[in-house]
């Protein structure tokens, strides 16, 4: 009775995954066989690995290292300052209130701040920089991407500077260890676990973005995001769309075997 | 487990009585019978006093719903499971839509309007004899320029590929639309499908990428009107939006050609309501109705006796109502197949990846 009740709990769990995990995976490698008249086929694969596409997983995987190298640069600094200052709670809400606003006009607001005439051109003509063209192109896609995923980077890592026992500092200092030494010693490889999710949190997400490759970048920078997006609302073609889709589980699902983001280093941090 | 199983029980019983009451209520309201009509059309495309003078007219109450791309309004009706009495696709949609059998023919005894229309725009590639579609706007492809910004005057498609204007243009993101004023720039048909002639425009487009700023959807109006660029590739409505919005751009349909674009109404075969369906259709070709709404919403109506009401500088205004000589240089695009779409877009996307 008590084993049966307890698989009972878990039948949704195991209904959403099915319906909402498997099942889409399931179809879309499934999908990725057939080209746009149904006839089963290989050529998208073919078609893939030709330079126009290769190109693209070549500059979407850099632009998603970038967003994620600078996001580690912003976040990291960030959360160590969070977890010394006063009102923590106040300045975490701060950082996650951003994420309760929609992605797309958060993006659209860019447009008006970067733009020619914008606030932040009309700064720089002030100081006498003179004008400078911010929008559409890689700079200011990656800021703006930056800007959405930072607050998914200083989580993690905040959780796992937080669990940290800060006597292990007040030791390594007695035992004679200066600032950078105790940072590259002791906290950092302690809170690698935070690192590592942060940068996973941040990494995939940002291989697939596609809205703001063109409301930002003005589709002078081109992922993958935006060639299934493409695919599958202009050209209908649903079998390349697949594929480029399937060509990104498989690079993530290597890319989290990798950063042993299964589970196993989770332990790391206690 | 008990009390789980009877929550679970109580939960479905209350869905179940919903749904019944949800049933009851929509038929009681009239919203599954035939006294309405369901219109799906592109967002802010029609002038909303016409559909109360038409509730008035004839007693049927309209639901109103919108649809922001030809390819959005396709899956959803092909997905069925919508009551749609009434469409309003553009051509190649609806040549699309007339292969894979998704509309009901229109029976012309009940649309005795139509002989108001321009008889140049019926009988058109996408639909022969107009069997499926009644003419509701139409417009061209263009450039809008914005004179402060550049001296060219654009009488030619090569104009964007001036030196003068680098980093200045923004085009819409669009395949057959940019490889098509490519295609044209070179002398060709904007439905080309041989493909030495697409490598040709092609190679000629990545001249081009200089002078990209960048490829854009709807914003494209918004960042013309705020003078972000000096020129960019639009559909004429689009234009007559931003040239409200910032009275000095102006717009201009290329001396080589361009393309013609129409949006027509039609009955999808998920309608309820077939009767009121013509009757709205009709409702729209009445030239009155047809000059208000036209005035409204800013398009060129492709009704001759609306044309004859409208206004003076409206109906005179060559960039929005071409004469017969541009008229003839300006093509249709054609539903070229699944295929030639997809080789289209993915030249198309080629040109988006040449830095």
Not at chain 1, 45 to 52: E, I
Not at chain 2, 64 to 75: G, P
Not at chain 2, 224 to 232: I, K, P, Q, S, V
Request: glycine share 6%.
């Amino acid at each position: 009775m008590q084993a049966n009740t307890r698989a009972i709990y878990m039948l949704p769990y195991y209904v959403w995954i099915v319906l909402f995990v498997v099942a889409p995976v399931v179809l879309v490698g499934y999908y990725s066989f057939f080209d746009v008249d149904g006839q089963f086929t290989l050529q998208n694969y073919r078609t893939f690995f030709t330079p126009v596409y290769l190109q693209m997983t070549l500059s979407s995987f850099w632009y998603a290292f970038l967003v994620m190298l600078f996001s580690l640069l912003i976040a990291y600094p960030a959360a160590y300052w969070l977890t010394r200052t006063k009102h923590r709670q106040l300045w975490i809400l701060l950082i996650i209130l951003p994420t309760w606003i929609n992605l797309l006009l958060k993006t659209y607001a860019f447009i008006g701040i970067f733009g020619t005439y914008g606030p932040i051109n009309a700064f720089l003509e002030t100081i006498g920089v003179g004008q400078q063209q911010l929008l559409f192109n890689s700079f200011s896609f990656v800021f703006v991407s930056v800007y959405i995923f930072v607050p998914f980077m200083i989580l993690p890592i905040y959780n796992a500077l937080e669990e940290m026992n800060p006597s292990l500092i007040s030791a390594a200092r007695d035992l004679g260890a200066s600032g950078w030494t105790t940072f590259q010693r002791v906290i950092f490889p302690l809170t690698i676990s935070g690192v590592k999710s942060g940068c996973m949190a941040v990494f995939i997400p940002s291989l697939s973005l596609f809205m703001i490759t063109r409301l930002i970048a003005g589709n002078k920078v081109i992922t993958l995001g935006t060639a299934i997006e493409q695919h599958f609302l202009v050209t209908q073609d649903w079998g390349m769309g697949s594929t480029v889709a399937v060509v990104l589980i498989i690079a993530m699902a290597l890319l989290m075997l990798l950063s042993g983001g299964f589970g196993q280093e989770v332990r790391h941090g206690k | 487990m008990k009390a789980i199983s009877r929550t679970f029980i109580v939960i479905i019983a209350v869905a179940l009585l919903l749904m019944f009451v949800a049933n009851r209520l929509n038929v009681s309201q009239g919203y599954a019978g035939s006294n309405t009509l369901t219109i799906y059309n592109w967002g802010d495309y029609i002038d909303p006093e016409l559909l109360t003078k038409f509730q008035k007219e004839t007693g049927i109450t309209v639901i109103y719903q919108t649809f922001d791309s030809n390819e959005a309004m396709l899956t959803k009706i092909e997905q069925g499971g919508t009551t749609f009495d009434v469409a309003i696709p553009s051509d190649y949609a609806i040549s699309k839509m007339r292969e894979e059998n998704l509309l009901i023919p229109l029976d012309h005894s009940k649309l005795p309007n139509l002989k108001n229309i321009d008889p140049s725009f019926l009988n058109l590639s996408f639909d022969p004899d107009n069997k499926y579609s009644a003419p509701y706007f139409w417009g061209t492809l263009g450039i809008v320029y914005n004179p402060k910004l550049t001296n060219l005057k654009f009488h030619s498609w090569d104009d964007l590929w001036n030196p003068s204007l680098r980093n200045n243009v923004l085009l819409t993101d669009g395949a057959r639309e940019v490889l098509g004023m490519s295609l044209s720039s070179l002398g060709y048909s904007l439905n080309d499908t041989n493909d030495q002639h697409l490598q040709a425009a092609l190679a000629k487009l990545k001249k081009l990428t200089p002078n990209v700023k960048a490829i854009v959807g709807d914003e494209i109006k918004m960042l013309l009107a705020n003078n972000e660029a000096a020129a960019g590739l639009v559909f004429s409505g689009d234009a007559s939006e931003i040239m409200d919005q910032n009275p000095d751009l102006d717009y201009v349909v290329p001396d080589q050609g361009s393309n013609l674009w129409f949006d027509n109404m039609v009955i999808p075969k998920t309608a309820a309501n077939i009767d009121g369906a013509h009757k709205f259709i009709n409702f729209m070709m009445n030239p009155e109705v047809a000059a208000q709404n036209a005035e409204y919403v800013g398009y060129a109506t492709p009704n001759d006796a609306a044309l004859k009401l409208l206004p003076e500088d409206i109906s005179s205004d060559e960039r929005f109502y071409p004469s017969k000589q541009v008229l003839k240089r300006l093509e249709v695009f054609d539903n070229l197949g699944k295929k030639m779409l997809v080789h289209y877009n993915e030249l198309f996307l080629q040109f988006k990846m040449n830095k």
